[in-house]
Nanobody, 121 residues
């Protein structure tokens, strides 16, 4: 399975951006991690295809929304009320089945290319 991410870019504080990710094959879980300069990769959100369950990091809860895309095996990440601390490279991830340690980047063997999100103050 390969992942193709799109979207991102530059936004002002309080603004919004949208990321999308398309999978080339079936997966059980898809989602997003991010990595800011000098920091470790950080969990953002995931969605479980079969149950439709969604999980968010506390840092983005209430501002970001992950959902199944309108076409095929795709997901969208709507990012509202952006903050400078959201600035990072965002990575789409996938795995075949759900893991209780869904917040751990080591649980994901399928990664898309990163897409830059920059929020100016």
């Amino acid at each position: 399975v390969q992942l193709q991410a799109s979207g991102g870019g530059l936004a002002q504080t309080g603004g919004y951006l949208r990321l999308s990710c398309a999978a080339s094959g079936r997966t059980g879980v898809m989602g997003w991690f991010r990595q800011a300069p000098g920091k470790e990769r950080e969990f953002v959100a995931i969605i479980r295809w079969s149950m439709g369950r969604i999980y968010y990091a506390d840092a983005v809860k209430g501002r970001f929304s992950i959902a199944k895309g309108s076409a095929g095996l795709t997901i969208d990440l709507q990012m509202d009320n952006l903050r400078p601390e959201d600035t990072a490279v965002y990575y789409c991830v996938a795995r075949l089945s759900y893991s209780l340690a869904y917040y751990d980047p080591e649980q994901y063997g399928i990664w898309g290319q990163g897409t830059q999100v920059t929020v100016s103050s």
